[in-house]
């Protein structure tokens, strides 16, 4: 295949995802399946068909950002969201509380704290900021369809009240709760962050990062928020020693900004 040091820095110039940032082993097997996969027998010659073909790009980005997403992901989590986050951030911060979901992939994350939220607050004061490095997921979570698995752990009452069933497989979210998230494309490991946040939810991504780079981004996260402001993690994704970072554990897989 060649040099993988000197893939990673043609990558960076072209794409601006640093691959020493993610857990080499594992990203290296994903990229030299998707290399062989394309009948490309080196990544020089890789790296030339990524500078000219805009589908092969957009096609290795999404590949690199392991999407899975599903709605009301752990359930347990999402209840804790609701009978003690949420009333939490209100009392503290008032009724229009600011929200950033990180890597929020096709959307159903997002989409989901609005639902939540909207059990407190009406749709029009809600407005979530969602982010993603891969343009391709962003469309689809502005588009908004969903097959049936994506949606088996959702509450009957959302699905009931937000999603228009379009086929016996397929729903579409409605356009009251998309209205309510703004889309927008960022990379975690070198774009500015959001600030004064009260809720920042960032799950099930870090595992993919090497160490070093998950401890910049705790750190970011930290001066992302107000102070007394929630990060919330993913189920395999606490945070070892989190006053390192100025936080204390809230709760399981939550943390507040000391």
Same mark, same amino acid.
């Given at each position: =295949? @060649?040099?993988?040091?000197v ?11 640093? #691959?020493? &940032? /993610?857990?080499?082993?594992? =990203? ?6 998707? +290399?062989?996969?394309?009948? +490309?027998?080196? /990544?020089e ?23 899975v ?11 804790l969201?609701?009978?003690? !986050? %949420?009333? /939490? ?14 890597? $929020? ?5 997002? /989409?989901t #704290?609005v ?5 407190? +607050? ?5 407005? !979530? !900021?969602a ?12 588009? @908004?369809?969903?097959?049936?698995k994506?949606?088996? @752990? ?11 069933? +379009? ?5 579409? !979210? ?5 209205? $309510?998230?703004? %889309?927008?494309?960022?990379?975690? #490991? ?11 939810? &960032?799950?099930? *991504? =870090? ?9 910049? =981004?705790?750190?970011?996260f ?10 919330? *993690? @993913? ?5 070892i ?5 100025? %936080?204390?554990?809230?709760?399981? %897989?939550f943390?507040?900004?000391?």
């Amino acid at each position: =295949m @060649g040099d993988y040091e000197v893939f990673k820095e043609k990558v960076f110039q072209l794409t601006k995802i640093d #691959l020493s &940032c /993610y857990k080499e082993r594992q =990203m290296k097997r994903r990229i030299d399946a998707l +290399i062989t996969k394309a009948k +490309i027998t080196s /990544y020089e010659a890789y790296i030339q068909v990524l500078k000219t073909n805009k589908d092969m790009l957009e096609e290795f980005v999404a590949y690199l950002t392991i999407n899975v997403s599903e709605f009301y992901r752990n359930p347990e989590q999402w209840k804790l969201l609701e009978a003690d !986050i %949420f009333p /939490y951030l209100l009392k503290k911060f008032g009724n229009t509380i600011k929200v950033w979901s990180a890597a $929020c992939s096709t959307g159903d994350e997002p /989409y989901t #704290l609005v639902m939540v939220l909207s059990k407190f +607050i009406p749709l029009n004061k809600i407005q !979530i !900021i969602a982010t993603d490095i891969d343009k391709q997921v962003l469309e689809k979570a502005q588009l @908004g369809i969903y097959d049936e698995k994506s949606l088996k @752990g959702l509450p009957e009452e959302f699905k009931d009240k937000y999603f228009t069933k +379009i086929t016996d497989k397929k729903f579409q !979210i409605k356009d009251e709760v998309k209205k $309510c998230v703004k %889309f927008s494309q960022h990379n975690l #490991l070198k774009d500015k962050y959001p600030d004064r946040c009260d809720l920042i939810v &960032c799950r099930n *991504v =870090m595992i993919y990062f090497t160490e070093e780079a998950k401890q910049v =981004m705790y750190q970011k996260f930290n001066d992302a928020l107000k102070k007394d402001g929630i990060l919330f *993690v @993913g189920s395999t994704e606490q945070i070892i020693s989190p006053a390192t970072y100025s %936080f204390s554990t809230y709760k399981s %897989f939550f943390y507040k900004k000391e």
